[in-house]
């Protein structure tokens, strides 16, 4: 004797759907909870106000994102939603543009050691003694006592002097069609022309169209007749070929 269940395929098939429904519904929090550890690990715990802010809008797409994925399992309509999804998604980067930019600029600075804690630093005509490198700023305390907040992003596209380390940053513009051989060619010239002057040789860091070169200075080294150099070898390398 066959026994049947009673179930045909339409509804064995709307079962299916909702158990996926049910599945992305349950497994809303658990991307959640895991995007906020994510945030949590690139940004320093000190900045907990800046965290949670950023948490709280990650949830928002999250949420809107799976409901709209949820909502499509159904055969439901979902442009408006998807609309809605990309709208908060670019409000958000907008939002934190600034904010994105200055956690760039302390990898740039963390990454290639421009200064610590204690350091004498010049930075956009202003000097004076690191005291704290954060997320988004670097404050430092002038010869007049005075604290002045950096944010980072003006950093990583400024001079950056450290008085300790005789470390030179110079950022400089370069347009799109410029290959690898043309940066090779400059590193290659820098480090000839900068030889006596330099500890090490000369390294190029690119980001979008601006190319800072970093230098690491011997001691009492004349920093504008370095500057001077610099410049030179870069007009030379890039002006000049525009000219052809």
């Known amino acids: 004797m066959q026994i049947t269940l009673g179930f045909d395929p339409a509804t064995l098939k709307l079962l299916y759907t909702m158990t996926i429904v049910v599945f992305i519904l349950l497994l809303i929090p658990v991307v959640v909870k895991i995007i906020n550890s994510f945030i949590r690990r690139i940004i320093p715990s000190r900045d907990y106000s800046l965290i949670v802010k950023i948490q709280q809008y ?3 797409v999250v949420v809107l994102a799976m409901l709209m994925f949820a909502l499509s399992q159904l055969g439901l309509e979902t442009t408006i939603l998807a609309v ?46 690191v005291v704290d490198i954060g997320s988004l700023a670097t404050t430092i305390e002038t010869l007049d006592n005075e604290r002045v907040v950096i944010p980072n992003s003006f950093i990583a596209r400024n001079y950056v002097i450290n008085r300790r380390l005789c470390f030179l940053s110079i950022p400089i513009k370069i347009s799109s069609d410029k290959s690898i051989s043309d940066l090779t060619r400059l590193q290659k010239e820098l480090s000839n022309r900068l030889q006596k002057h330099l500890t090490d040789k ?29 410049n030179e070898i870069v007009n030379m390398n890039f002006n000049s070929s525009n000219k052809h």
Not at 99 to 114: A, D, S
Not at 208 to 222: A, M, P, Q, R, V
Request: glycine content about 8%; charged content about 25%; aromatic content about 6%.
């Open 84 to 129: 809605i999804v990309a709208l908060a998604a670019l409000s958000i980067i907008l939002a934190f543009r600034d904010v994105i930019l200055n956690l760039g600029g302390e990898y740039y600075i963390k990454t290639h050691q421009l200064f610590k804690v204690g350091d004498l630093i010049d930075i956009g005509g202003c000097r004076g003694k």
């Open 58 to 60: 990650a949830k928002i």
């Open 202 to 230: 000369p390294t190029l860091e690119l980001s979008d169209e601006i190319c800072s070169i970093n230098l690491k200075l011997k001691e009492n080294t004349d920093l504008n007749l370095v500057k001077n150099i610099v």
